[in-house]
């Protein structure tokens, strides 16, 4: 009996929700009954006027319309969910490095640099943010795809190089661009952050600290053995040359170059990342905020900046310990943007890179070689080649960049300012 008297009840409550006049009356007061029945029948009271239309007689006496408000805009507005401005991160830079390794030449390569930082969350939805300042969820993931070009040889001064980047850039060849990758991937978790903002960069804008755990792994690409070919003059008053190269004797020249390797070199690591948000509150006047404060904001109030970096990892990495796992390497990585006077959203951003292994230096006695003259062959009958193990040393990468989106613009604009020939020389084209 009572499961009865509940199913009937369900059914009756379904049928009454289901009209609309009695949904009207059944979420206003006690008042509201007897208003949506009068309006199915009007009185003589609330007779229209001689003059008015017919469309205005159905809107007064249409129940559901006078249910609605007057004014839509009384009516309050659904809140947005607002994307976390501290949570996801994304970089891209195009810039200028030098790289070697321990007492062995560097060079000097353009690169590009895509990196970022996604929160994961396991809510399906992300509730709306009251602090424009949060930093999102802890758990994370995170990628960073570099790729460097070929070595360049720049004898320019360093004021002409930095006034003409955007076009040194744009003159490499395509052939050119990609000679080796390196791709990190992993995930993170912050374990702590500075609940309290403190002075940013710059007058008028906001930091906070996070600081992370990390893991990550991922591949480098290896030299071909022709790109990495340097070819040498066999010397003639170093006799121990010759005991260590049997093979360089009766010849004229010697061409060392590295092994063939059918796999990329893999590395892991695992350690701490210190990630400053910078915030800059939006203003009237936005002298302190850049040219263009309402651009990239995440929030009503704030406008998110490029981060500061700095990641002290420990793991492996067979590029720099002979293209074998053996024994661990700290990698010591830090990212800078130095903000514009003039424009936060223009960033020179500087970054530098170390390996380091920890185990007892090897000192050995250095062969003095010279270059053998431009355009000798190593397939010439006169020259040996000689492979060389990969290298067992500490690695190094110091570079400045600037921000790719802004730089492809400058491309654009620089395009669209072109004057077009005149109409006679284009006639006569």
């Known amino acids: 009996m009572p499961l009865r008297w509940f199913l009937s009840l369900s059914f009756l409550l379904l049928g009454v929700c289901s009209t609309p006049a009695l949904q009207v009356a059944a979420s206003g007061n006690s008042a509201s009954a007897p208003i949506a029945s009068s309006a199915s029948a009007p009185s003589a009271s609330s007779k229209p006027d001689a003059g008015s239309t017919p469309s205005t007689q159905s809107s007064s006496t249409n129940p559901e319309n006078s249910a609605q408000p007057a004014d839509k805009k009384d009516a309050p507005e659904k809140q947005q969910d607002t994307p976390r401005p501290g949570g996801r991160v994304v970089r891209s830079i195009v810039g200028f490095e030098q790289a070697g390794a321990s007492s062995a030449p560097s060079t000097q390569h353009f690169f590009f640099d895509l990196f970022g930082s996604q929160p994961l969350s396991i809510q399906r939805t992300t509730p709306p943010v009251v602090d424009p300042t949060d930093l999102g969820p802890r758990f994370g993931g995170w990628f960073d795809l570099r790729v460097s070009s070929t070595p360049q040889q720049i004898n320019t001064s360093v004021a002409q190089f930095a006034a003409s980047f955007a076009q040194q850039v744009g003159q490499l060849k395509v052939n050119e661009v990609a000679q080796s990758f390196e791709f990190l991937g992993g995930v993170s978790y912050r374990i702590w952050e500075w609940h309290h903002l403190f002075a940013g960069p710059q007058k008028g804008t906001v930091e906070k600290l996070g600081v992370h755990l990390i893991l990550g792994g991922g591949v480098a690409t290896p030299l071909a053995p022709k790109d990495s070919v340097q070819i040498f003059q066999v010397p003639q008053n170093q006799a121990d040359f010759f005991s260590t190269y049997p093979q360089a004797t009766g010849k004229q020249f010697v061409a060392f170059t590295l092994p063939d390797r059918n796999r990329f070199f893999r590395e892991a690591f695992g350690g701490l990342r210190l990630m400053t948000s910078t915030w800059c509150p939006k203003k009237t006047d936005t002298s302190n905020c850049g040219e263009d404060g309402n651009t990239k904001t995440f929030s009503g109030n704030y406008v998110l900046l490029p981060p500061a970096m700095l990641d002290i990892t420990y793991g492996f ?91 492809i613009a400058k491309w654009n604009l620089t395009g669209k300012n072109t004057p077009a020939p005149p109409k006679e020389v284009a006639a006569q084209q």
């Open 317 to 407: 990495n067979e590029a720099i310990t002979g293209g074998v796992i053996h024994g661990g390497v700290m990698r010591l990585e830090g990212f800078a943007p130095l903000p514009l006077w003039d424009k936060l959203h223009s960033s020179v951003y500087l970054f530098a890179t170390g390996l380091f292994k920890f185990s007892r230096p090897q000192i050995s006695v250095p062969f003095i070689l010279d270059e053998a003259p431009q355009g000798t062959s190593a397939t010439s009958a006169q020259t040996v080649v000689i492979t060389t193990p990969q290298a067992d040393r500490d690695y190094y990468r110091v570079g400045v960049g600037i921000d790719l989106v802004n730089l």
